[in-house]
């Protein structure tokens, strides 16, 4: 099943229920009703709370202990169950732990899929950073997509602009990932991907477009700089490479980019699957998911990071003001 969460969660979700073939269960978590209305289908769980605060992820936290028996029946009975939230605000970074934990317990393989912020929004890294090192403890995999990596460009675009396009590109690629055989792709296998992201450490999702004469290499490079800006490629051991064309895509190209991959990747020492769909335009789309990177560069994100394994570092579970006494909470 896929369960998105908070705002990015429930619309990256919504749209990737449109694209993949493989995931039986869709399923909506959130604190604002607006994201559970903009969905169609699947189960929905609001958090409900005071509108008239700002809430903190650990605020968001303490109402959802009133939902605790919901949320455990939303992931009830799933073998892999796929979370995806943005980090850095609220709903997202304070519920996709408690959930992936909820998952695990009910015995499911969890993979966890975290928006991190856009550049422009420095003021989310803390909490981001914080919640990503959060779900890397409770999952079995963790797969980042780099907001930044998604776009080229954000300079004259809407926000809203900005979303659709990033969640067009990550939805293009996690569909492709995460579908059946059929007439216009073949795709590495559900299995394969788990092997991939099932790892310790963390995996990239990065992907980037071209239509120039060596779109091939272009879009390759393009993605794989995303993630170098964010780990150090060297420690990458696993890697799946998804290209997305029109039927005028050659096998040629497949291998091409299997091969400048391997080099590009763990010193050359990576083991490269790939994935072919014919759903896309004349702009060739390369989306790499690589794993076994150690360490991110959000770890820096967290300045307290190297102290939490000294201190108590249990999630914290705080309250509004004015909820302070529900009985249902203590
Ligand atoms: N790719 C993508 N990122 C988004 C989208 N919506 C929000 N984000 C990013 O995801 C991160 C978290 O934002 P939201 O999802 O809006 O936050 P939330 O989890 O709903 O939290 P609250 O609204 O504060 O309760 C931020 O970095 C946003 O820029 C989206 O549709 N697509
Ligand atoms: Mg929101």
Do not use: W
């Not at 991110?296 to 302070?324: H, K, N, Q």
């Amino acid at each position: 099943m896929a369960l998105g969460i908070g705002s990015a969660g429930a619309r990256i979700v919504s749209a990737l229920s449109k694209e993949t073939t493989l995931v039986d269960r869709f399923a909506y978590l959130s604190c604002d009703p607006a994201d559970l209305e903009s969905v169609d289908g699947g189960e929905k769980l609001l958090i409900e709370g005071p509108i008239d605060q700002k809430l903190t992820p650990a605020m968001v936290r303490g109402l959802s202990i009133r939902y605790q028996s919901e949320m455990r029946r939303l992931v009830e009975g799933a073998k892999v169950v796929f979370i995806v939230a943005g980090l850095g605000r609220a709903t997202g970074s304070g519920l996709a732990p408690v959930v992936a934990e909820l998952a695990k317990d009910s015995g499911a393989d969890t993979v966890s899929i975290a928006v991190m912020p856009f550049g422009f929004e420095e003021k989310l890294r803390f909490y981001a950073g914080l919640a990503l090192r959060r779900l890397r403890g409770v999952s079995r995999g963790v797969v980042v997509v780099d907001n930044d990596t998604l776009l080229k460009s954000t300079s004259d675009a809407t926000l809203k602009e900005i979303y659709d396009l990033a969640n067009s590109e990550a939805v293009t690629a996690l569909g492709s990932l995460l579908s059946r055989q059929s007439d216009d792709s073949i795709p590495v296998g559900l299995n394969k991907v788990l092997g991939t992201v099932f790892e310790d450490g963390y995996s990239f999702l990065s992907s980037a477009s071209s239509g120039s004469v060596d779109k091939t290499e272009e879009a390759l490079s393009r993605a794989v700089i995303g993630i170098s800006k964010r780990a150090e490629t060297k420690e990458a051991n696993h890697a799946v490479v998804v290209l997305t064309g029109d039927s005028a895509l050659r096998a040629g190209e497949t291998a091409t980019a299997v091969k400048r991959l391997g080099s590009m990747f763990g010193n050359g020492a990576i083991d490269v699957e790939y994935s072919v769909s014919y759903r896309g335009g004349s702009q060739l789309q390369v989306s790499v998911l690589a794993s076994g990177f150690k360490a991110t560069r959000y770890d820096e994100y967290d300045p307290l990071a190297s102290l939490r394994t000294v201190m108590d570092d249990s999630m914290e579970y705080s309250l509004p003001s004015g909820l302070e006494g529900v009985p249902s909470c203590e």
